[in-house]
């Protein structure tokens, strides 16, 4: 076998790219810290966008109140690109940018930034994100159809192919799938058959390109397939993670050779870079989570033959609310001492000729090949996002019950939870960045001010190409070109992503609950059925509840989640999906009668999404009790208490049946008086303790 | 008992006037007055409905109480925004009620096709309502029924979106002025219950996704061909795109105003009220009740004795008061 093997390589490895998600507030902020982490031996950049960029929305949208400058950096020109990377030489540097539904035109407008530094955009590397299927499926940062978001990707693949030869113009994702909840088997299945669903889209422009030429064609599908990488989680299940990467390098692999006869060993090698696991970092004893992230690195680290090529560490303080730069450095320091100190990059691969890896391999394989037959069956990855969809809620459902019943054990959180005081967290803002409000007005008149400044005729000439351009035939006209005219003239992000709404119209993603199987009835859920029960006597209807998401935050993993078990309970449940106004949520609420409303906000947007909401719902003369779940800092939580929140979650109120429950007698509470004129009862149950029971 | 002493302590009567002077405002509080089992709020739901009846409006509700119904899939959440637009734009009033499968296990279900209908939310001339098929066995909730009567007093037009082909449009018929099934391309389930018989014969049948080209012409051929086998010459076929640039929206709103004008509003209405209350009241009396009116069929004629501006309800009450004296 491989007697012949040295157990040492003759030079070390080279470290994989090291990288920081990073980016908030605004375009010059994000720009310093990202020459300070360099300076810290950070080897890569990566770009973390707001919402509103990630959604193509400008800072003055009504839809990007309260989301300006959170979870990233707004860029929303050519001058916003040019500020962030100012002073970081282009042709050198390696940015990866998570970014997908506006993709192309933060491309254009980087390639743009380089043309004011002189830099040529053949010299340009990095990575689009760039994988709309796992937006439509767990992240929800989408903005049009799936047709016309698919013509998007094979558009950018066509064009960096030729121009931007050493960018990777898509990374597929497993990563969000993960995330929500998927197994490894659900995570390699579904991966794979998006990357089919893209490199078919590919084969087909590619042809179409070469009719004449079959030869010309190959090679050029050769050249596609080679650029394709991936983007993976790594769960704190370390053995088992790695054998996922290896069978994922296994297909990757089979795929290349059978269904696109790709030949050349080099592009048939499966690459991925990766951020390991956030879904299981806690908020409860949250410096645990270090310990977490150690060993998920390891999972993508150990074996030399499928060693992630860039990783990024998240901080241990995810789950509490956004990281600070100290935060952000201790990650980068995980990955230093790692390549640095230990060994991990002397040998060759440890795992080879390993029964235990190898039996562990072929059992991933086997469920992988069954599930991607299936999603094959519904047509592919494009057409089975609604069954895709319902399988992930399914699993996630599945891995919270596991834990509510301590059959999956979670330190600090489900077990071994006496804890003394955590020193970390115990600064005035509880060991979070919490970003300036004054960020947003501040935007909101920059991207004003650049309007009025810029030559109007060609950015509206452009606009006009753009719209020209996308109402063509897909096979004859690449998008790329006019979006990057558009980038040239000044156009915003804003004024990009409407044009084409305009043309391709607008698109909701399935939300997969309705198709969600119902939760076995333990005890609990037996108990809570019957409470819903009597209280539907005592309200004469069955309790109602609105679950929806305000703001652009698109992770509805855990708004499903409720929405489902609400159902299970017994309840009549208007799920109303993502990226809603304070309008929206009013007027819904008022027109289907409900007793209370649920929303949930991961971005950090919630103090002043939710007063706005609270707000509405007053003025549309709805009084009915507003929960808030979602991640909370601690010390806004008395704030949205008196702003009149009723009831707040985080992280740590991983009972679901138990937060159902409290919802319950919230709404028995507000309808306590038999008779009494309840429609008009006063939110004064705001105060009954029943929230953060879990604390 | 009278006065507002249900759970919900709403005035019925006074909620139904406000829908017979069109208050599009006492929408939501009369659908939460007629969701409601409690008995005293049935009580003033009863009361809301006579103020809507046709002897309380001096003839037929003014609006066009059309059903739309379809497989999962089918394009109808996108077809109902496309109409909405349409409509909106003509200046009519709309009220939609989309009827959900409720959950077996728990009795809960999730309404999610709400998210899904694209709607202005400063616009108080639309009202859309999710609500679970609930309850009654073989037919549409009491309260959907109810509901489509009161808001056709109010809005222009009410659609009920039930999902589903088979049952779904047969219950649907029982309430709707005029009936729409949605289809979409290459679905081959509805010719076979149009052949088969299963499904009754709509006013309208339409096939989304025209876009599709071909595919979308040969479905409208088969459908088309399949009603004519049927001996069916009234049902008009029609292929629409919700795409941009939408395609057929504004034939569809026209097919459907036309089945409205040729058909007699008036009688349909008078049959769905009539088997509506036989239903109703077979659903609380069981087989037991039936046989003291003297059978099924005598029923029917006892209703038909009936004054004609009657409601569901006082039909029922008919029917009651039949089976006492016959006892």
Redesign the interface.
């Known amino acids: 076998m491989s007697g012949d093997h040295s157990a040492r390589l003759p030079e070390p490895d080279r470290p994989w790219m090291m990288r920081t998600y990073a980016g908030h507030s605004t375009a010059k902020a994000s720009n310093e810290l990202y020459r300070r982490n360099l300076a810290k031996g950070q080897t890569g950049l990566s770009v973390a966008f707001d919402l509103p960029t990630q959604t193509g929305y400008d800072p003055d949208d009504e839809l990007a109140r309260g989301e300006v400058g959170k979870v990233g950096v707004p860029i929303s020109h050519r001058g916003d690109m040019a500020a962030l990377m100012d002073g970081i030489p282009l042709g050198e540097m390696n940015t990866s940018m998570t970014i997908n539904a506006t993709a192309a035109w933060l491309l254009s407008l980087y390639i743009v930034a380089a043309e004011d530094q002189g830099v040529a955009q053949e010299q340009l590397q990095g990575t689009t994100q760039n994988d709309i299927i796992k937006e439509f499926l767990a992240r929800g940062t989408y903005a049009f159809p799936p047709a016309a978001s698919m013509r998007l990707i094979a558009d950018m693949i066509a064009y960096t192919v030729e121009h931007v030869p050493k960018w990777n113009p898509i990374n597929i994702c497993s990563y969000h799938l993960q995330e929500a909840g998927a197994t490894p088997v659900q995570e390699i299945a579904y991966s794979m058959s998006n990357a089919i669903a893209v490199l078919d889209a590919a084969r087909e422009r590619v042809q179409a390109a070469h009719a004449d030429d079959e030869a010309a064609a190959q090679e050029l599908m050769e050249q596609v397939f080679g650029r394709i990488s991936f983007f993976v989680n790594a769960g704190v299940r370390f053995i088992e993670e790695h054998a996922k990467l290896r069978a994922m390098a296994t297909l990757w692999e089979e795929l290349g050779r059978e269904r696109y006869g790709v030949q050349s060993e080099r592009h048939l090698r499966f690459r991925y870079g990766v951020q390991v696991n956030s879904l299981g970092l806690t908020e409860a004893q949250p410096e645990n989570n270090v310990q977490r992230i150690v060993l998920e690195a390891l999972a993508v680290t150990l074996g030399r033959d499928a060693r992630a090529r860039a990783i990024q560490l998240p901080a241990w303080n995810e789950a509490l609310g956004l990281p600070r730069p100290w935060d952000q450095q201790w990650s980068l320091r995980i990955q230093q001492v790692l390549a640095y100190e230990t060994d991990v990059l002397e040998y060759p691969d440890i795992f080879e000729g390993s029964i235990v890896m190898d039996g562990l391999v072929s059992e991933l394989l086997q469920g992988a090949r069954a599930e991607m037959a299936v999603v094959a069956e519904h047509g592919g990855a494009v057409e089975a996002v609604a069954y895709m969809k319902a399988a992930l809620v399914d699993s996630h459902r599945e891995r919270i019950r596991r834990i509510e019943a301590g059959e999956q054990v979670v330190v600090g959180q489900n077990r071994f939870t006496e804890t003394e005081d955590s020193p970390l967290t115990s600064d005035a803002e509880g060991g979070i960045l919490v970003v300036d409000p004054a960020v947003e007005a501040e935007q909101i008149d920059e991207v004003r001010a650049w309007r009025a400044s810029r030559d109007q005729a060609a950015v509206d000439a452009a606009l006009a190409g753009l719209a020209e351009a996308a109402a063509a035939p897909e096979q004859t006209t690449n998008l790329m070109d006019a979006t990057i005219a558009a980038a040239r003239a000044g156009a915003t992000t804003g004024e990009w992503s409407r044009t084409l709404r305009e043309v391709f119209g607008s698109y909701r993603a399935p939300t997969g609950v309705g198709e969600a199987a119902a939760a076995p009835a333990d005890d609990e859920l037996s108990e809570l059925r019957e409470e819903v029960a009597r209280l539907q006597e005592r309200l004469g209807r069955r309790p109602k509840i609105l679950v929806g998401k305000p703001g652009l935050d698109g992770h509805s993993n855990g708004a499903e989640q409720i929405a489902v078990r609400a159902r299970d309970s017994g309840m009549d449940v208007v799920y109303e999906g993502i990226r809603l106004t304070p309008a929206q949520i009013a007027a819904s609420a008022l027109q289907e009668g409900v007793h209370v409303i649920g929303l949930s906000i991961l971005s950090g947007s919630h103090r002043e999404l939710i007063p706005a909401v609270i707000g509405a719902l007053r003025e549309a003369g709805v009084d009915a009790p507003v929960v808030v779940g979602g991640i909370i800092p601690e010390q806004d939580v008395d704030d949205l208490r008196r702003a009149g929140v009723a009831a707040v979650y985080t992280p740590k109120d991983f009972d679901i049946t138990r937060i159902m429950r409290d919802i319950v007698e919230l709404v028995g509470a507000g309808y306590a008086g038999a008779g009494a004129a309840v429609a008009n009862a006063p939110v004064a149950v705001a105060g009954n303790g029943s929230a953060n029971g879990a604390a | 008992m009278s006065g507002?002493?249900?759970?919900?302590?709403?005035d019925g009567a006074a909620l139904g006037g406000r829908l017979r002077e069109r208050d599009l405002s006492a929408?939501?509080?009369a659908?939460?007055l007629l969701?409601?089992?409690?008995p005293a709020?049935r009580e003033q739901a009863a009361a809301l409905l006579r103020e809507v009846s046709p002897a309380a409006l001096g003839g037929e509700a003014p609006g066009h109480v059309i059903g739309i119904t379809g497989p999962p899939?089918a394009g109808k959440s996108t077809l109902l925004s496309a109409l909405l637009k349409r409509w909106r734009a003509d200046g009519s009033t709309v009220a939609m009620l989309a009827v959900?499968p409720s959950?077996r296990?728990?009795?809960?279900?999730?309404?999610?096709d709400?998210?899904?209908v694209?709607?202005d939310?400063?616009d108080h001339e639309v009202?859309?309502?999710?609500t679970?098929a609930g309850e009654r066995l073989g037919g549409l909730a009491w309260a959907t029924r109810a509901a489509a009567h009161a808001l056709a007093a109010a809005f222009d037009v009410v659609v009920i979106e039930t999902v589903g082909v088979g049952q779904a449009e047969t219950e649907v018929a029982d309430v709707a002025d005029t009936v729409a099934v949605v289809v979409q391309p290459g679905s081959g389930d509805v010719l076979q219950f149009l052949k088969s018989g299963i499904m009754e014969i709509p006013d309208v049948l339409v096939v989304t996704k025209a876009d599709l080209g071909q595919l979308a012409v040969r479905t409208r051929r088969d459908v088309s061909a399949a009603l004519r086998s049927l001996g069916s010459r009234d049902t008009r076929v029609l292929a629409v795109s919700s795409?941009?640039p939408p395609q057929g929206i504004d034939e569809l709103v026209a097919a459907l105003g036309e089945h409205r004008e040729r058909s007699s509003i008036g009688e349909r209405r008078l049959r769905a009220r009539r088997a509506n209350a036989l239903a109703d009241y077979a659903h609380e009396h069981g087989e037991r009740g039936l046989r003291a009116l003297g059978g099924r069929r005598a029923a029917e004629q006892l209703l038909e004795r009936q004054e004609p501006t009657l409601d569901t309800a006082a039909l029922v009450a008919a029917l009651e008061l039949g089976a006492k004296g016959a006892g």
């Open positions: 507002a002493t249900g759970p919900q302590g709403v929408a939501p509080p659908l939460n969701e409601s089992t409690a709020d899939g959900d959950s296990h728990s009795g809960g279900s999730l309404l999610g709400r998210a899904r694209e709607f939310p400063s009202f859309i309502r999710s679970s795409l941009s």
